[in-house]
């Protein structure tokens, strides 16, 4: 069974620090890699995409991927209070269909907690 | 403007009966899916239509049913619900077979089944 796992936390870190998520997956087919956040009672929302390895900035967030280790992290910078989430890890698999749609894989997340 | 929507937020209902969710999407994409999130909030495929066909169907019980009429809607069936199908129900949308802009959630919808 391909799988996507994430330490469920809490992580906590102070505001103005990195928080540094992190994510594995098991299945070296895999070719795209999403960061989504969730605020409770909410819908995932897309913050970060990555397909090769590196690193991809966009703000405060920078998404990395390693495809031999199989890891994808996620810094987010300047931490700020409303960053306090749930972050998804999520993984789409090219081609299990033959060629047809794929949906996401994802972890079960990280509870992220900025501290003022 | 919502870009996916789903009707309704909140069902309530009674063990057995029959209820329907439904989503719409104005984004123009191609393929819609249906995501079930349980009580310790993982997030789980159920569904995945692309060009009104299925294309995924995963593990789930045959009292689930897509359909989707045109590719800018795909609604979710449930028959003789259960307890255990008390959960948030997400629907998404992707450009294209490998969604590599993303997928799009909607805004879920809330089922408590007593």
């Known amino acids: 069974q391909k799988e996507v796992e994430q330490n469920s936390g809490p992580l906590s870190v102070p505001e103005g620090a990195i928080a540094s998520l992190n994510c594995t997956y098991s299945?070296?087919?895999?070719?795209?890699f999403f960061w989504y956040r969730q605020y409770s009672g909410k819908s995932p929302e897309l913050i970060m995409s990555i397909y090769s390895n590196g690193d991809k900035e966009d703000g405060r967030f920078t998404a990395q991927l390693n495809k031999a280790s199989q890891y994808v992290s996620l810094l987010i910078r300047d931490s700020q209070p409303s960053d306090s989430a749930t972050y998804l890890c999520?993984?789409?698999?090219?081609?299990?269909?033959?060629?047809?749609?794929?949906?996401?894989?994802f972890g079960k997340g990280t509870h992220l907690i900025i501290q003022p | 403007d919502t870009a996916v929507s789903q009707t309704p937020k909140y069902l309530v209902t009674q063990m057995g009966n029959d209820k329907s969710i439904k989503c719409e999407q104005n984004?123009?994409?191609?393929?819609m899916y249906w995501y079930k999130q349980d009580s310790k909030k993982f997030l789980k495929i159920m569904f995945s239509?692309?060009?009104?066909?299925?294309?995924i169907n995963e593990t789930v019980p045959n009292r689930f049913s897509p359909k989707s009429p045109d590719k800018a809607h795909l609604n979710l069936h449930i028959n003789s619900l259960e307890l255990g199908d008390s959960a948030v129900y997400f629907c998404?949308?992707?450009?294209?077979?490998?969604?590599?802009?993303?997928?799009?959630f909607g805004s879920g919808t809330r089922l408590t089944v007593v």
């Open positions: 299945d070296r087919g895999s070719q795209s």
């Open positions: 984004l123009g994409h191609d393929t």
């Open positions: 999520a993984v789409n698999i090219m081609g299990r269909s033959g060629g047809g749609a794929d949906g996401l894989t």
């Open positions: 239509y692309n060009n009104k066909e299925l294309i």
């Open positions: 998404a949308s992707s450009q294209g077979s490998t969604g590599i802009k993303g997928y799009t």
